[in-house]
């Protein structure tokens, strides 16, 4: 009876060192699983703190010019950063913008008007009316495409229009006014951006995808993601068409993202194929693709050179 006691004993003794040792390995081998883990996130995020980090703070600069096609006139934009110290306000850089840009014969905005811009809201205050702001149909077609197209990658909300007498009716461009002008309602809403090349100005110039009839809207009718317009930027549905893909042959797009209002595009090229031009000019149209998103800012992760671009957008 004692022999076999003893014996019992020894085998409860027995399991149950076994059973320590099983949990301990156990848990030696989460430690080294997790440890794993944790290394190969730090390692993760040791690469990208490696790549060359450039912020662009300067304020970008919106400017519209005319293209006539193919018996049609189509109002592109351009872009660039502001590196003059006399523009140095949101309110500045809009009110050159918009005059540079007007494309009435009577130049309406720097000839008749004083412009000012305050929470969102711009006002243009008119000194004459009646025949001093009449235009023809397609000058009245081309001042509120280059109004409204500015004003809303701006970031605009409304504009104000004021008649000399103080009030708010007034006839412009041979459209009576007498409220205020929605910027997001006015202009037709669109996704994408494609390019044209002016040789008069001898630069690239970009055109909305809806004015070229290009696809922004998804199967159920609703407005391409920030994502699906990046993608969609690499193909032009017109055989023949007169504009190119800004994402030249050489360009990948790896990602495309937009959350809280900051937008992320990366990417990776052969540089045997793009050129430094080709790069600048992709840059600027997704930057423009992310204005129609009111973003905020734009980041290019650009896995090939190692670079993280982060360009400042609209003004919070």
């Known amino acids: 009876m004692y022999k076999m006691s003893v014996l019992f004993l020894l085998v409860f003794l027995v399991a149950g060192c076994q059973g320590s040792n099983d949990e301990l390995n156990g848990q030696n081998q989460d430690t080294i699983e997790t440890e794993e883990g944790e290394l190969e996130e730090l390692d993760t995020e040791s690469e990208a703190l490696e790549y060359k980090k450039i912020e662009v703070d300067e304020r970008y600069v919106l400017n519209t010019h005319l293209i006539d096609e193919d018996q049609a006139f189509y109002t592109a934009f351009s872009i660039y950063r502001n590196e003059s110290e006399e523009i140095d306000s949101l309110e500045k850089q809009v009110i050159n913008s918009l005059t540079d840009s007007d494309p009435s014969e009577q130049d309406i905005l720097s000839s008749f008007t004083s412009l000012s811009l305050e929470s969102r809201e711009l006002t243009i205050q008119f000194n004459e009316e009646g025949n001093q702001l009449s235009t023809t149909t397609a000058q009245t077609t081309l001042f509120y495409d280059s109004l409204f197209g500015i ?140 204005l129609d998103f009111q973003a905020s800012k734009v980041e290019l992760v650009n896995d090939t050179l190692e670079e993280h671009v982060i360009y400042s957008l609209i003004e919070e």
Not at 198 to 223: I, K, P, S, W
Not at 231 to 239: P, Q, S
Not at 284 to 290: G, K
Request: charged share 30%; no cysteine; proline share 1%.
């Open 151 to 290: 004003s809303d990658l701006y970031g605009i909300k409304e504009i104000v229009f004021i008649n000399p007498d103080g009030g708010t009716d007034i006839i412009v461009a041979e459209r009576e006014v007498n409220k205020p002008l929605v910027v997001e309602e006015e202009r037709e809403a669109t996704r994408g951006y494609y390019t044209v090349y002016d040789e008069a100005l001898e630069e690239t110039l970009f055109l909305a995808g809806q004015a070229l009839e290009e696809q922004v809207v998804n199967e159920e009718g609703e407005l391409l993601s920030f994502s699906d317009t990046v993608d969609k930027m690499e193909i032009i549905d017109e055989e023949g068409a007169f504009y190119a893909s800004a994402v030249v042959k050489g360009i990948d797009i790896v990602n495309a993202t937009l959350v809280n209002g900051k937008a992320s595009v990366q990417y990776t090229m052969d540089e045997d194929i793009v050129t430094e031009a080709d790069r600048v000019v992709f840059e600027n149209a997704i930057q423009l693709a992310a």
